[in-house]
């Protein structure tokens, strides 16, 4: 099974950027080449929604509709780290962000990354 470890959050100003990783430590059976990825987040006070997935090879990916643009996901398979950059942030991107296996919200996830964006 799985362990996924996100990491990269904290507080940031406003306009700033954050660059969050997730790195998968591989058990039996699991291989983070073959498997797409995801990012959810839950914003303080509302559940827990998908925001974006990437296909294994990183050619294909999806993003929830208002995030597009200034958000972007990356991977290195021989890492075994998927990335999310976040650009532009507002304070509604005040979440706990989680990496998760699989295409969706439905797959292991770690236990996430706080970004917190205030003055």
């Known amino acids: 099974q799985v362990q996924l470890v996100e990491s990269g959050g904290g507080l940031v100003q406003p306009g700033g950027s954050v660059r969050l990783s997730c790195l998968a430590s591989a058990g039996f059976g699991f291989d983070f080449s073959s498997n797409a990825m995801s990012w959810l987040r839950r914003a303080p006070g509302k559940g827990l929604e998908w925001i974006a997935s990437?296909?294994?090879?990183?050619?294909?990916?999806k993003y929830l509709k208002f995030v597009e643009g200034p958000f972007t996901m990356a991977r290195d398979n021989a890492k075994n780290t998927l990335y999310r950059q976040m650009n532009n942030l507002k304070a509604d991107d005040t979440a706990t962000y989680y990496c998760a296996e699989g295409w969706g919200k439905g797959g292991t996830r770690g236990p996430g990354t706080r970004v917190t964006v205030s003055e």
């Open positions: 990437l296909t294994a090879d990183g050619s294909y990916s």
